[in-house]
């Protein structure tokens, strides 16, 4: 299941943040995928790592009225996490990815967070159609 996949993703993205040497924790947060889902994973994880200093700059022009450096990290990582699906998995609709992304912050961040979540990567996903 997609959903246990970005979960993965996520969970290795924010431990990276105090352990960033510990590359074998992302193969145990995979372990109960299936292969389909664990390529999806494997792929997603590229893409954020590929995008991260776009997806940050993104994130700070889009979270008007709020530094960087003052976000939660698990926020930053969520947003990386869906900025990362909306460019390189275009088969997946922008609700989907968006309402995913949400669960995840929804499961792991603060309870303003979904809101705050949902709107940067709404406008994200509008700045891609008109860009």
Known sequence: M??????AVFKFLFSQLFNP????????????????D???ANQL??????????????IERLSIGYKLNRLYNV????LMLGMA???NFPDTPVAVVI?????????????NSTSFINGILAE???GKDNG
């Open 2 to 7: 997609r959903s246990l996949a970005r979960e």
């Open 21 to 36: 040497d510990d590359e074998g924790l992302f193969t145990v947060l995979c372990k109960d995928l299936d292969d389909k």
């Open 124 to 126: 994200y996903s509008r």
């Open 99 to 111: 309402n995913e992304t949400v669960n995840v912050a929804g499961k792991y961040s603060t309870e």
């Open 75 to 78: 926020d930053k990582c969520v």
């Open 45 to 58: 994880l590229t893409a954020v790592n590929n995008g991260k200093e776009k997806f940050l700059i993104e």
């Open 85 to 87: 699906e909306l460019d």
């Open 38 to 40: 664990k390529d999806f």
